[in-house]
């Protein structure tokens, strides 16, 4: 099985672009954020603090996250229920950075992460997917751009689906995502050393996606 880990700050389209790098390859894709993100909607509509491991490491017995693979992308489901759509929004988002940040969590989803690549070729993204989840990686990519990229596609996304975003904001809230990303005692956000770095600024989406199925094309 041939593995590819991307990894990248949020907001760097990292989603978009490998689901689409993946159907053209063949590979499955794998969200590991998307898995992330629904513990820490559990854990907010539970009323629990998420930068409280141990409340959030008690919970976990009773969390069942679940992906599945569907014309349509990915799919989430927590506890039986598709939460797809509701972990989306800009609380989920800065919850799940304290969330990722506790060892139990990680932990908790290492198996089934590598579990994934084990029985399929995968195209997997995430923040520590080439230094921690599959440091074996045959090619391992750091997907970026600029923050106020970030920003303004973070901003049309949330617009898009129906969401109200003030660009200022989603800024703000990105770098303060990068801050606790990349300054966090477990698994910080960062490229590994042999990363092939991929930064997106000025690239449109098929550009992106195009680039990044090329690395792979010579990879393999």
């Known amino acids: 099985m041939f593995s590819v880990a991307v ?3 949020s907001g760097a389209g990292k989603s978009s672009v490998c689901q689409a ?5 063949g ?9 992330y993100r629904t513990i820490a909607l559990y854990v907010l509509e539970k009323g629990l603090d998420p930068a409280d491991p141990q409340a959030v490491e008690e919970a976990l017995p009773g ?18 229920q598709d939460v797809t759509g509701r972990i989306r929004t800009p609380e989920v988002s800065m919850a799940t950075s304290a969330i990722a940040a506790i060892p139990a969590v990680r932990a908790y989803l290492l198996g089934l992460q590598r579990g994934l690549a084990k029985q399929n070729c995968v195209l997997m993204d995430g923040r520590d997917i ?19 990229e970030r920003a303004r596609r973070r901003t049309r996304q949330l617009e898009g689906s129906g969401q109200p975003a003030d660009y200022k904001q989603v800024l703000e809230d990105i770098r303060q ?25 000025e690239m449109g989406f098929q550009q992106s996606v195009e680039a990044l199925v090329s690395l792979v094309r010579k990879k393999m």
């Open 7 to 9: 990894d990248g700050p």
């Open 21 to 25: 790098a993946a159907k053209e390859l």
């Open 27 to 35: 590979f499955v894709y794998v969200d590991t954020g998307a898995l």
């Open 63 to 80: 969390i069942q996250v679940d992906l599945a693979y569907t014309p349509e992308g990915q799919k989430m489901s927590l506890n039986g």
């Open 130 to 148: 080439g230094t921690v989840v599959l440091p074996e990686a045959p090619l391992k990519v750091y997907l970026t751009a600029s923050p106020e």
């Open 177 to 201: 995502r990068d801050y606790q990303d990349s300054h966090r005692a477990t698994a910080p956000l960062k490229p590994a050393p042999d990363a092939v770095m991929l930064d997106t600024s």
